[in-house]
């Protein structure tokens, strides 16, 4: 690995020797899941950056002992192909899948204004709204292709052949094919006892292939992987001893896709029918009513009669983590604006909640509200903040740690 990125370096210097393109691609480097996604999403970081700071974050198991999924694991691997052929990730996946088998309708990064591309959806305040495509070409190798239904159809064609086309041409070749769709890595040990609704539906193993989630349903191998970006959601399967392949495309970020994909693979299958759109209806019922009562108990529990303990200007300042770099907060007519350096999509208006603590009201209207503490010290002064925050799709704020940067005393 350090062959071809020598600024790539993990927090121990031993894992960053020790650590290979293989086990990039099978999410063992003992990471917090979508770690580093605070970094990349929605920021002005280029890739290169993006891996230089890969180095500040913390594991939180050992190496290679843990399934944990890492877009940044495959962002260096795409890193590593372009060192290694001398081309970018972009022209490698053009030159060596798009042209051969005929996908005249996918790109890396974002397509061209006037394309027929579907618009994203998400749901906000209850509504579904469409929200502008967001640029992840600084983490493209995890997830920034756009591709239609057909394009899809042939990509898929490819891997049920075991990487052959046609009659006389191959991509990648059988051993490669043994080596994709086996076991790397344990998703889960033991596996999670179903809910008990689905437990007809348990399965024997569940482990990761090279990109690929492996397992068995209905007593038959599933070859398969989801994936999800602001207003689009995409879920593909395999069963290959039907030599068949599902795929569902949608431009909402919904789980709507997984109820049309398990449909069909119980028609493919020829299992007992399930009622999925029932099931899934109900879990987000459930869900809506948990973060419902949620809020209603932060509400009830809110010091309303309390205010900040420090004027609004002595929140103002630079404030430092070292994975991510700098944000600041300003007062601005007469109240406190948060400012995250590299991404304009973290720009929130903070409102007191009580005491020390403010609501962020984000201006990205995808990123949801959630709170921002600064802590006094024994001196009285504020040194950090401390973000509640709920997990967007691919960014996690529990792994930031942001201390305020001392002003140099002037000379």
Do not use: C
Not at 159 to 171: F, S, Y
Not at 225 to 246: L, N
């Amino acid at each position: 690995m350090s062959k071809y990125l020598p600024a790539y370096a993990m927090w121990d210097p031993w894992v960053t020797r020790e650590q290979t393109v293989r086990d990039l691609l099978v999410h063992r480097a003992g990471l917090r899941p979508i770690s580093g996604g605070t970094v990349w999403y929605g920021s002005d970081y280029s890739r290169e950056e993006v891996l230089r700071r890969a180095r500040f974050l913390e594991p939180v198991s050992s190496f290679r002992s843990v399934f944990s999924y890492q877009n940044v694991s495959f962002l260096a691997a795409g890193e590593v192909a372009h060192v290694a052929a001398g081309k970018t990730w972009d022209d490698q996946v053009r030159e060596r899948i798009f042209v051969p088998l005929g996908m005249k309708q996918s790109t890396t990064g974002l397509p061209p204004i006037t394309s027929n591309v579907a618009s994203p959806h998400s749901e906000i305040d209850g509504l579904l709204r469409v929200v502008p495509h967001r640029d992840y070409d600084n983490i493209a190798p995890a997830g920034s292709i756009y591709a239609s239904v057909l394009d899809m159809a042939e990509y898929m064609r490819l891997h049920l052949n075991r990487g052959a086309v046609g009659d006389n041409k191959r991509i990648y070749s059988e051993t490669v094919a043994r080596q994709l769709f086996s076991p790397q890595s344990l998703v889960a040990v033991p596996i999670p006892a179903p809910l008990p609704e689905l437990v007809a539906f348990e399965p024997m193993f569940s482990a990761y292939g090279f990109g690929w989630f492996l397992r068995d349903v209905h007593g038959e191998k599933t070859i398969e992987h989801s994936g999800g970006v602001d207003g689009f959601s995409a879920q593909v399967r395999m069963i290959p001893a039907r030599r068949a392949a599902i795929i569902v495309l949608s431009n909402y970020e919904g789980s709507f896709i997984g109820v049309v994909d398990r449909h069909l693979a119980d028609m493919l299958q020829g299992a007992p029918q399930f009622d999925w759109l029932g099931f899934v209806q109900k879990r987000l019922a459930e869900r809506k009513k948990n973060r419902g009562d949620a809020e209603a108990k932060r509400v009830a529990e809110r010091k309303a009669s309390t205010k900040p303990s420090l004027p609004l200007a002595s929140y103002a300042g630079t404030y430092r983590d070292q994975l991510y770099g700098d944000l600041t907060v300003t007062l601005e007519n007469a109240k406190l604006v948060l400012r995250f350096s590299h991404t304009p999509s973290f720009t929130a208006d903070l409102e007191p909640w009580h005491y020390d603590t403010f609501r962020t009201h984000w201006r990205d209207p995808v990123v949801t509200k959630g709170f921002v503490t600064f802590p006094l010290t024994a001196r009285g002064e504020i040194d950090a903040l401390v973000f509640d925050q709920p997990n967007l799709l691919d960014a996690d704020f529990r792994e930031l740690d942001f201390h305020r940067v001392k002003e140099e005393p002037a000379h």
